[in-house]
């Protein structure tokens, strides 16, 4: 994996769905910006390529494919990603904030049976950003956040299922620099306040 060479600098959320990702990348660009940074709030997958487009069809439930194939569109999706917008970003000294990056697909990657040393060198030509945050929220609560947000319904086997995902987003930090495991159960001002003292000792933003 690659270390960020340019002068811009790199941030990802992480977590279970419903976890607070987009609340808190939403919060610390806006600090951001209020600060007088130029900042790029993306995700992953993302809209505008093909791959993302397939990816979209399959995390809606509209197509199936094999969990192989899911990552090598992630890459595909990731690839173009990278050299579309991020690195043009980061070149021209700005931050990018990514909602979710190659840590969720390790995560989910593993809970549909795959390896997560061949995920994490099928993604060993990409940038490692330079501070990651993993909200840690139990999936009961990420599950009942969901349904008020209005979307999906809780079932048992998806408490289990994301209970498998936690579980590679836990050691994440051990294989990978820079990341962070964030409680993500408190008040979203609050955890927004750790993540800028965060940025401001590890980035000097
Ligand atoms: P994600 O992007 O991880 O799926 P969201 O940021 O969309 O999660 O948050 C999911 C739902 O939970 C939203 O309705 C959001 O307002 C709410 N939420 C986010 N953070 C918190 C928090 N710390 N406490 C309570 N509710 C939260």
């Excluded at 992630?74 to 909602?99: A, G, W, Y």
């Excluded at 299922?161 to 051990?174: D, F, H, S």
Aim: glycine fraction near 6%; charge should be negative; include cysteine.
């Amino acid at each position: 994996m690659i270390k960020n060479p340019y002068l811009g600098k790199f941030i990802a959320f992480e977590g279970l769905d419903g976890s607070g990702q987009s609340t808190q990348a939403n919060l610390l660009k806006d600090f951001l910006v209020s600060e007088g940074f130029k900042v790029i709030l993306t995700k992953e997958p993302t809209k505008d390529s093909q791959a993302g487009k397939e990816i979209r069809q399959v995390l809606d439930k509209n197509t199936l494919v094999e969990p192989v194939y899911l990552q090598e569109l992630f890459i595909q999706d990731r690839k173009e990603h990278l050299e579309n917008l991020i690195i043009p970003v980061l070149q021209q000294n700005n931050i990018v904030i990514s909602d979710r990056y190659f840590f969720s697909t390790f995560a989910y990657g593993v809970s549909d049976g795959l390896d997560l040393a061949w995920l994490m060198e099928l993604n060993s030509a990409f940038l490692v950003p330079d501070l990651t945050f993993i909200l840690k929220v139990r999936p009961e609560i990420c599950l009942e956040r969901i349904k008020k947000r209005g979307s999906a319904q809780t079932l048992f086997e998806e408490t289990q299922k994301l209970e498998k995902v936690w579980q590679t987003y836990a050691i994440l930090p051990n294989h990978i620099k820079n990341v962070y495991i964030i409680g993500g159960e408190r008040p979203i001002n609050e955890i927004a306040e750790e993540m800028k003292s965060h940025v401001h000792l590890k980035l000097n933003l």
